[in-house]
């Protein structure tokens, strides 16, 4: 339920930004041009997001006979949490990760790594699928394309901007000088500061969802200190052998290839593993009081 709320918080706080830094830079017409570049690339992003992913990280579906554990797990848990059963894939890389795609529960994808499954056991593997597709029964590919056209619009704008400041601002409406100045630098103060707000809350965001996945992950597989551990070895995995990616996916995968503390976790794509464990743990003793 928190984590809900911060989700539709930050969502509403972005639209207001959106909303504000639009009449400020470019007024009505000019919000309209920004979220419709914005709309445009990332719902194709949206319809297709499972297809680019799959093939930038080299993944392979497999079918029950190619790889019968990992199979029947996801089977078994999709059935559990009442989804049609997703894709498998399986990715050629000793990096031990997973992430879920697909634009709606009916188009699923669940991709694991080699790595993940050599370094975990059944009931930790089953921890990782229910997260995965948690995200799947909560929509969050749809939810993270909304709050990235959104974020990708107030760049657009801040580019408008940019561009306003070297011209010497939008519009004649004063000969004055100082007031074409004062203009000049809040264009400026607004395209540097806007998109890094909206990254910030973007991430915020992203790491609400993560709360949310591990939260549907513990009930469906009904294993929470499964996946409490799961985390703990694949955080340590990762530091060992890093996954090859960019921060435009690294939101996609149970850990996250990047790092990040302290201030720098303003920045992250996920909670800290430390958080995240110790929810996990306290559903694990008393599951009616595991408050996400």
């Known amino acids: 339920m ?10 509403t706080i972005l639209m207001l930004l959106f909303g504000f830094i639009g009449m400020m830079i470019g007024g009505k017409s000019g919000m309209l041009i920004a979220i419709g570049l914005a709309g445009v690339m990332n719902f194709i992003t949206y319809w297709f997001s499972d297809k ?5 990280y080299g993944a392979q579906e497999i079918q029950p006979g190619d790889n019968p554990r990992l199979y029947n797990i996801v089977q078994m848990l999709s059935s559990k949490a009442g ?43 089953e921890g990782v699928i229910a997260h995965e597709l948690g995200h799947i029964r909560n929509r969050d590919i749809l939810i993270s394309t909304i709050v990235a056209t959104i974020a990708g619009a107030i760049s657009s704008l ?11 601002g939008f519009g004649n409406r ?20 806007a998109p890094l707000a909206a990254m910030m809350i973007q ?3 992203s790491r609400s969802r993560e709360f949310l996945a591990d939260q549907a992950g513990a009930e469906i597989s009904g294993k929470p200190s499964g996946l409490a551990s799961a985390l703990i070895k ?33 920045f992250r794509t996920h909670p800290s593993t430390e958080e995240r464990v110790e929810k996990l743990r306290s559903y694990s003793q008393n599951q009616l009081g595991y408050n996400f």
């Open 52 to 56: 680019i992913v799959l093939k930038m």
């Open 83 to 125: 989804l049609p059963m997703p894709r498998v894939y399986i990715i050629p890389t000793d990096t031990a990760n997973a992430f879920a795609t697909g634009r709606d529960p009916e188009h699923g994808a669940v991709a694991v790594t080699q790595g993940i499954m050599a370094r975990l056991s059944d009931d930790e593997m």
């Open 158 to 168: 801040a580019s408008m901007a940019q561009w306003a400041a070297m011209f010497g």
């Open 174 to 193: 004063s000969d004055d000088n100082e007031d074409r100045g004062g203009n000049i630098v809040t264009l400026i103060v607004l395209a540097i500061v």
């Open 2 to 11: 928190v984590n809900t709320f911060k989700t539709v918080f930050f969502l």
């Open 203 to 205: 991430l915020a965001i």
């Open 234 to 266: 694949l955080e340590q995995s990762n530091l060992q052998i890093p996954l090859q990616t960019n921060n435009a996916t690294a939101h996609m995968f149970i850990v996250s290839p990047l790092s990040g503390s302290g201030f720098v976790g303003l």
